[in-house]
């Protein structure tokens, strides 16, 4: 399974780029994505929101919050749990929760937040972003072209448990 966590601010394009990749993969593999809602402010399953989307993706979909969990259990489940409960997949989508240490790319459009360079591997911009003060050891993505998103996935993370 392919671990990936997917940083960046709020309307940067993290659930439309998971969304994508998921919808690229699903015929053929087996996605499952995780959405952090630190909140408790998401509706699972309400029409358009992203719990939705991700579902009709062709994705098992979990939301992690730190009062209530999508998957209706009888307690709040350790993410570890809720990983073990959505494998085997080949594929792992985690949005948000930045202090976990998976490979991570972070999601960007116009400003890139620099608070977000400790935490990842790889940046996906828009060819409209200004990226010349990218650190060089980041692999720079183009957003949309989500087959390269998934090729550079494919290459450089490694498959975990």
Not at 33 to 51: G, L, N, V, Y
Not at 55 to 78: C, D, E, F, T
Not at 131 to 140: A, C, E, G, N
Not at 156 to 161: A, F, H, L
Request: net charge positive.
């Amino acid at each position: 399974m392919r671990i990936v966590a997917f940083t960046g601010n709020s309307n940067s394009g993290k659930t439309t780029l998971i969304e994508k990749l998921s919808l690229l993969l699903s015929p053929h593999k087996k996605v499952s994505i995780i959405k952090h809602d630190p909140k408790d402010k998401a509706i699972f399953d309400t029409e358009k929101k992203d719990s939705d989307r991700f579902y009709k993706s062709g994705a098992n979909v979990a939301i992690y919050g730190a009062k209530k969990s999508a998957i209706h259990l009888q307690y709040s489940p350790s993410l570890e749990e809720i990983i073990n409960f959505l494998s085997p997949c080949d594929y792992l989508f985690i949005e948000g929760l930045k202090e976990l240490p998976y490979p991570r790319i972070c999601v960007a459009r116009g400003e890139i937040d620099t608070r977000f360079y400790p935490y990842i591997l790889a940046l996906a911009t828009t060819k409209d972003t200004q990226t010349s003060q990218v650190p060089k050891h980041l692999d720079l993505l183009d957003l949309d072209n989500t087959q390269q998103i998934l090729d550079w996935i494919n290459t450089n993370i490694k498959d975990q448990k």
